[in-house]
């Protein structure tokens, strides 16, 4: 199952911006759920995570501006990236991925859905 995120656009820094991703057939229940981002020259890199149970982890460098969340309805999974205080460097790509905690934190898949550009200009 492919994730696709939605949600990017161009803000200014400072702005704010929420993320979703979709996904039907995925029981969040069974799996952890992370949002990633990918900037031109970079490796895809974890910027939030939620483990199966609820807990959620972030990178040092979005903590405190960055939310991450999900919602069930149905059989439609919704995951959501509240992101607050944008900065340049929050640039990027944004995708997000299920599956086992491990593939989570670390990057492990070889299937992406379509990423969504996030621009933060300065």
């Known amino acids: 199952v492919q994730l696709q995120a939605s949600g990017g656009g161009f803000v200014q820094a400072g702005g704010s911006l929420r993320l979703s991703c979709a996904a039907s057939?995925?029981?969040?229940?069974?799996?952890?759920l992370g949002w990633y981002r990918q900037s031109p020259g970079k490796q895809r890199e974890l910027v939030a995570g939620?483990?199966?149970?609820?807990?959620?982890?972030?990178v040092d460098s979005v903590k405190g501006r960055f939310t991450i969340s999900r919602n069930n309805v149905e059989k439609t999974m919704y995951l959501y990236l509240r992101m607050n205080n944008l900065k340049p460097e929050d640039t990027a790509v944004y995708y997000c991925?299920?599956?086992?905690?491990?593939?989570?934190?670390?990057?492990?898949?070889?299937?992406w859905g379509q990423g969504t550009q996030v621009t933060v200009s300065s």
């Open positions: 939620m483990t199966a149970v609820g807990s959620a982890y972030y």
């Open positions: 057939g995925i029981d969040f229940r069974r799996n952890a």
């Open positions: 991925n299920a599956g086992s905690w491990s593939k989570i934190i670390k990057t492990d898949f070889r299937s």
